[in-house]
């Protein structure tokens, strides 16, 4: 049984980089970077390593448990969630894996200060935590982003057979069988000798997004450069949030042009129609957990510019029942609206005809937080590592929300924008 760790301790530090912070951390097991880049909805970044518990076999029950209502890391992957509308398929990655960590950096960006956490069972081994914690400011490494660590990306399928599984989906959306479906293409590919997931973070450092990630547990690692929330929950107000991505034009090197692009996408009846329907969808599922009559969308069709990419996203907003917790809006609501389609649960059953298993893609990475509050991303822009043989092997998806007017050239070609980043962080092209 896992002890909880009722106390707590925290000091106040100076600014430093939490990437070269966490560049010291990188090759421990349990290395753990929540990057964001410090605008309005990522103004905090944490950093931890030396979990005290780890679990990659548990349900989602076990965040029920009190020792594990803080300081606690997960990732849902997208699979899990699906399995009921899917079936039983071969797993690709673990369920839910779990690591809760006595020890924590937390830097917040506005004001420049990095507070240092530690948990315990009493006071004085709350203020070890923190020591160790604290230690980690010092052991800072280099955040300089190094070469390409992979020669290429290697496409799952032709081009081709994603054209034609867009078509099959507009077909089925004519004969009425649903609304939209998000369908991916998929790349793989291997580190070079010597390279390590890091570094693909590293390289990824001038395009930081809201919800940037890296985790090492084991043989496993994963970077994220997702600018999607999936759920946020605050215990104390019982106040959830959701903000659904739909919606999608690249960026251009021409600030001219990148605005037509962006007022293009604003405009677009296309788009603005297939982000609705994940709006009703992401109202549908909050609706489960909350307080009648506080379901509301604060924010339609609101413009994000990215690195790479202009969005367009809502906010959907509620108040939870009482009682509700972490695992129960994770069920309520996942997998997220944006990845799957209208009607949830059929877009699941065209997804799984023409994808295999997703893996983390698409899933979730929830942190919560020494209050109990939940901050869960969508990951999307999101590569999947395991190490066999002394080599990191990955795997990375990107795809395109398709709805009744959808051409499949213009899907293909806006999977290959959403995968720019990543492919230019891992081979350099």
């Known amino acids: 049984m896992i002890q909880p760790l009722p106390a707590t301790a925290t000091r106040l530090r100076p600014w430093r980089d939490p990437l070269a912070v966490a560049a010291g951390l990188s090759d421990r097991d349990g290395a753990?970077?929540?990057?964001?880049?410090?605008?309005?909805?990522?103004?905090?970044?944490?950093?931890?390593?030396?979990?005290?518990?780890?679990?990659?076999?548990?349900?989602?029950?076990?965040?029920?448990?009190?020792?594990?209502?803080?300081?606690?890391v997960g990732l849902y992957?997208?699979?899990?969630?699906?399995?009921?509308?899917?079936?039983?398929?071969?797993?690709?990655?673990?369920?839910?894996?779990?690591?809760?960590?006595?020890?924590?950096?937390?830097?917040?960006?506005?004001?420049?200060?990095?507070?240092?956490?530690?948990?315990?069972?009493?006071?004085?081994?709350?203020?070890?935590?923190?020591d160790r914690a604290a230690r980690w400011l010092d052991g800072a490494g280099t955040a300089a982003a190094p070469p390409p660590p992979a020669a290429a990306l290697t496409p799952e399928a032709a081009p081709d057979a994603y054209l034609a599984a867009v078509a099959d989906v507009v077909?089925?959306?004519?004969?009425?069988?649903?609304?939209?479906?998000?369908?991916?293409?998929?790349?793989?590919?291997?580190?070079?000798?010597?390279?390590?997931?890091?570094?693909?973070?590293?390289?990824?450092a001038g395009r930081a997004a809201a919800y940037g990630a890296f985790w090492r547990l084991g043989g496993r690692a994963l970077v994220s450069n997702s600018p999607e929330l999936f759920l946020t929950f605050d215990p104390a107000s019982r106040r959830i949030e959701t903000r659904p991505i739909k919606g999608t034009r690249p960026r251009h090197p021409d600030p001219r042009r990148d605005a037509l692009l962006a007022a293009e996408l604003a405009a677009s009846a296309k788009d603005r129609a297939e982000n609705l329907m994940i709006v009703d969808l992401m109202r549908n599922d909050l609706s489960r957990l909350a307080e009648p009559g506080t379901v509301a969308v604060e924010r339609l069709f609101g413009i994000e510019s990215h690195p790479t990419v202009h969005h367009l996203v809502s906010t959907v907003a509620a108040t939870a029942r009482p009682g509700a917790g972490v695992a129960d809006l994770l069920a309520a609501a996942f997998p997220p609206g944006s990845i799957t389609g209208a009607p949830k649960h059929q877009a699941m059953k065209v997804i799984a005809a023409h994808e295999g298993p997703r893996g983390p893609w698409c899933g979730s990475l929830f942190h919560i937080g020494d209050a109990g509050a939940l901050t869960a991303s969508v990951l999307i822009?999101?590569?999947?590592?395991?190490?066999?043989?002394?080599?990191?092997?990955?795997?990375?998806?990107?795809?395109?929300?398709?709805v009744a007017d959808s051409d499949p050239a213009a899907e293909l070609a806006e999977t290959e924008v959403k995968i720019l980043a990543l492919r230019e962080a891992l081979t350099g092209v």
């Open 32 to 72: 753990l970077a929540l990057l964001s880049d410090g605008g309005p909805l990522g103004r905090r970044s944490f950093v931890a390593a030396d979990p005290d518990w780890t679990d990659e076999t548990a349900g989602l029950d076990r965040l029920r448990d009190p020792a594990l209502a803080r300081g606690v």
């Open 77 to 130: 992957a997208y699979d899990a969630g699906a399995r009921p509308a899917t079936g039983p398929r071969p797993p690709v990655w673990p369920d839910l894996m779990l690591a809760r960590y006595p020890a924590m950096l937390a830097f917040d960006h506005p004001t420049r200060t990095v507070t240092v956490t530690g948990r315990g069972v009493d006071a004085a081994a709350a203020a070890r935590a923190a």
């Open 171 to 204: 077909a089925r959306i004519a004969a009425g069988e649903l609304f939209q479906a998000n369908i991916a293409r998929a790349w793989t590919g291997a580190l070079n000798p010597g390279a390590d997931p890091f570094d693909v973070l590293l390289r990824l």
């Open 381 to 402: 822009r999101t590569a999947a590592f395991e190490r066999a043989a002394g080599r990191w092997r990955f795997r990375t998806l990107a795809g395109a929300g398709i």
